[in-house]
């Protein structure tokens, strides 16, 4: 049974919730994986390679990839524009069994959603509660007391979008949340909006 199609995967959730751990582990031990590079317009750091942490453009060529609609979604951070191409994502779904990650918020998804339902699996990542999100958060020593105040309101009104998700998985135990996730990765590929069902019932029926 061949695919015709890509998949997309959605990781989202909170800052502190394990994703970049998660991401990290996709990516040494799953096949047929790439992750979704993001557009800015902000200038590079320095290490940072063109096309590898992200494609950078410029401030004036991002305002009209926005005018133009080519962004499945975007946001202005600090003065620079950062978004997902809608070119990147239609290069992964024309390569069939490929999968491709994209690490988004909750607003980001939804608008992904809308117009990539069909190729779609979707996880929302957490901790087990507010309690242990902050410990973890004040644990990086990265935010301010500030900051982190902001990301754990932030972390709850994303929680009233879980229901739009596949998945919800609760990142209590790492080793176990990641099974789970190579659990649903196995799966996709067996998606019936990625075959042609219609060559596999003639295939079947001879």
């Not at 524009?81 to 988004?104: C, F, H, M, Q």
């Not at 902050?134 to 990301?151: H, P, V």
Request: aromatic letters at 10%.
């Amino acid at each position: 049974m061949n695919n015709i199609y890509g998949n997309l995967l959605v990781l989202s959730g909170p800052s502190g919730s394990g994703k970049s751990t998660i991401f990290k582990m996709l990516k040494s031990n799953c096949e047929n994986i790439s992750f979704s590079i993001s557009s800015t317009s902000r200038l590079p750091r320095d290490g940072e390679v063109e096309g590898v942490d992200y494609y950078f453009i410029s401030k004036e060529e991002f305002e009209f990839g926005i005018k133009n609609g080519d962004f499945i979604e975007y946001a202005e951070v600090h003065g620079n524009y950062y978004g997902t191409s809608k070119r990147v994502l239609n290069e992964a779904i024309v390569k069939p069994n490929n999968i491709l990650v994209l690490d988004i918020d909750v607003q980001g998804f939804l608008q992904l959603k809308n117009e990539y339902k069909k190729y779609l699996t979707s996880i929302f990542l957490t901790p087990p509660s507010k309690a242990i999100l902050k410990q973890r958060l004040e644990a990086r020593a990265t935010d301010s007391t500030d900051s982190i105040k902001g990301r754990l309101l932030n972390a709850l009104n994303e929680m009233i979008e879980i229901d739009e998700y596949d998945y919800l998985l609760v990142n209590d135990d790492l080793k176990e949340t990641y099974q789970k996730i190579e659990f649903i990765v196995g799966s996709m590929a067996s998606k019936s909006s990625l075959i042609d069902t219609e060559k596999f019932i003639l295939d079947w029926n001879n």
